[in-house]
């Protein structure tokens, strides 16, 4: 007797190897101990969340024994919000946005379900560069939508227009765009948006409905060495960011999140409409008001980016002695180096014998590299150097 429908049963099938690699981290603590193991497989940000977050939970639980004090609030957001995250992006984001062009959600990922679930038609196509996250590709099948890949340049892994072109067809609905980049590291330029932008301006011209452009953006706070991370919202009419404050606050639990949408769209109020319907039939209902008041009160605070960069120099040092090929990170906080030997689960595997977790570049649609979460200690990434130098000598 069959229990699941056949979609279901295919994606337990393929389900995320980043799991499965947390798992298996679990497995080898408990047999070799916590401080041998050396898990660089999820990316669950390690630090403190800002004092202000702090603040903000403390003013709130003086207020928690108030009527309605956890009660609803509108399915976008608390009006009050809704305002203050208007102003903050407006400053953000180099636009000007009012409260009625952001809504306030259960972190990213239900603001891109919201957002596909309202531009999409069944059949229609998404495309994003590969490698990507793998959970797009879930989250547009939910909304009758398929997910097709457009290769990244080699190396660089910057987006390739030119073959982000040859890919579109009117069944094309969205492209969706992630910079800073997981797992790559890759921040998208201000020319390399421009580019992708116009191009998507003439498709849209061409087949008679908007292509929209969708910016994933939770690691939009951390890009190094002085490298700016340029907001699409500015450059064309359907552009939405979607993005959250997992990262920059520590707050990955907490789900809290936005969609934003370019000031250059008419109709907002009808598009913000149709997200607010969406947020709500697909059982969000309204991001929790706890997470509301904290992001109000933490606004333009962050954890500190210093911690991160000196641990990307942690790992980019540990990597580069034991002889690995890798691009130094321009943003968020993952290394992606080419696997020795060639096969990305084979070498995982022997690093994992070594009680090193990464995840298969496979997972995020690249085969033949490998993904690392340095959101740790800079200790552990010091003292994973011999097992990194172990499964290297394996493929030497």
């Keep these: 007797m069959q229990l699941l429908s056949e979609t279901v049963q295919g994606y337990l099938a393929n389900s995320s190897m980043i799991r499965r690699m947390f798992e298996a981290g679990i497995e080898l603590r408990k047999k070799y101990g916590p401080e041998n193991v050396y898990d660089f497989s999820l990316g669950n940000p390690d630090l403190p969340a800002p004092a202000r977050v702090v603040d903000g939970l403390k003013a709130f639980a003086e207020k928690a024994d108030q009527p309605f004090a956890f009660g609803y609030t509108p399915n976008a957001g608390a009006p009050w919000a809704r305002e203050a995250l208007a102003k903050w992006l407006s400053e953000d984001q180099g636009v000007s946005l009012e409260a009625g062009d952001v809504l306030i ?7 891109l379900n919201a957002v596909l679930k309202a531009i999409f038609n069944p059949g229609e196509e998404l495309l994003t560069f590969a490698p990507y996250f793998v959970e797009y590709g879930f989250y547009v099948s939910n909304h009758g ?12 892994f910057a987006p390739d227009v030119e073959a ?3 890919a579109m067809s009117p069944k094309t609905r969205a492209v969706l765009i992630n910079s800073p ?3 790559t590291g890759a921040v998208y ?3 390399e948006l421009k580019e992708i932008c116009a191009l998507l301006e003439r498709k849209s011209e061409e087949y008679g409905h908007p292509v929209w452009l969708i910016s ?3 690691y939009r706070f951390l890009a190094y060495d ?31 999140g936005y969609a934003a949408l370019s000031p250059l769209l008419e109709n907002r109020a009808e598009f913000m409409a149709a997200l607010t319907l969406t947020n709500r039939i697909l059982g969000y209902v309204n991001a929790p008001i706890v997470g509301q008041h904290i992001m109000v009160a933490a606004l333009g605070a962050s954890v500190d980016v210093d911690i991160y960069t000196r641990r990307r120099n942690a790992m980019a040092e540990v990597l580069a002695e034991a002889g690995y090929e890798f691009n130094l990170p321009r943003g968020s906080f993952y290394f992606f180096p080419k696997a020795p030997g ?15 977790l990464g995840v298969p570049g496979s997972g995020f649609g690249c085969p033949g590299y490998f993904r690392l979460a340095f959101c740790v200690d800079e200790d552990i990434i010091r003292r994973s150097a011999k097992g990194f130098a172990a499964a290297r000598r394996k493929f030497a």
């Excluded at 959600?105 to 603001?111: D, K, L, P, Y």
Aim: with cysteine; proline share 9%; hydrophobic share 40%.
């Design 189 to 191: 330029t201000l020319e």
């Design 226 to 256: 002085g490298i700016e991370v340029p907001s699409v919202l500015p450059l064309y009419r359907f552009a939405v960011c979607v993005s959250s404050f997992s990262k920059n606050l520590s707050l990955p639990g907490e789900r809290i």
């Design 181 to 183: 980049h997981n797992p």
């Design 342 to 356: 060639g096969d990305d689960k084979a070498f995982i595997a022997a690093l994992t014998q070594e009680c090193v």
């Design 105 to 111: 959600s259960v972190g990213a990922a239900s603001a």
């Design 145 to 156: 939508g398929v997910l097709s890949t457009v290769p990244s340049r080699p190396e660089t």
């Design 164 to 166: 982000l072109e040859k």
């Design 216 to 218: 994933d953006e939770p």
